[in-house]
């Protein structure tokens, strides 16, 4: 069994950081490409950042340069280091990975940590 679990969510100003973390548990051989998701109230969810296991990163228009993706192989983990957030970040955030466990590959999710961006 393999779980991702999200933290560092919460309320921040226009124009403020925050920092999201992703953490595999359970039977995690290796992960493969990590990957940052948002959906917003209404709206589709769309793919933020993503990041190979070599170290290659995208990102979405709507972010370059003010999100940072990252991951540390050795320890399971993967953050989303956001700056210059804007009211239309708001969204649902959730962590994404191709994981192998065992003999099988598969896709995770995270349940997701709320960000809302607001005076």
């Known amino acids: 069994q393999v779980h991702l679990v999200e933290s560092g969510g919460g309320l921040v100003q226009p124009g403020g950081s925050l920092r999201l973390s992703c953490a595999a548990s359970?039977?995690?051989?290796?992960?493969?490409?990590m990957a940052w998701y948002r959906q917003a109230p209404g709206k589709q969810r769309e793919v933020v950042a993503a990041?190979?296991?070599?170290?290659?990163?995208n990102y979405a228009d709507s972010v370059k340069g003010r999100f940072t993706i990252s991951r540390d192989n050795a320890t399971n983990t993967g953050s989303l280091r956001m700056s210059s957030l804007k009211p239309e970040d708001t969204a649902v955030y959730y962590c994404?990975?191709?994981?192998?466990?065992?003999?099988?590959?598969?896709?995770?999710w995270g349940q997701g940590t709320q960000v809302t961006v607001s005076s």
């Open positions: 994404n990975a191709a994981i192998r466990s065992r003999s099988v590959v598969d896709v995770y």
């Open positions: 990041i190979t296991s070599g170290g290659s990163t």
């Open positions: 359970g039977s995690v051989f290796s992960i493969y490409a």
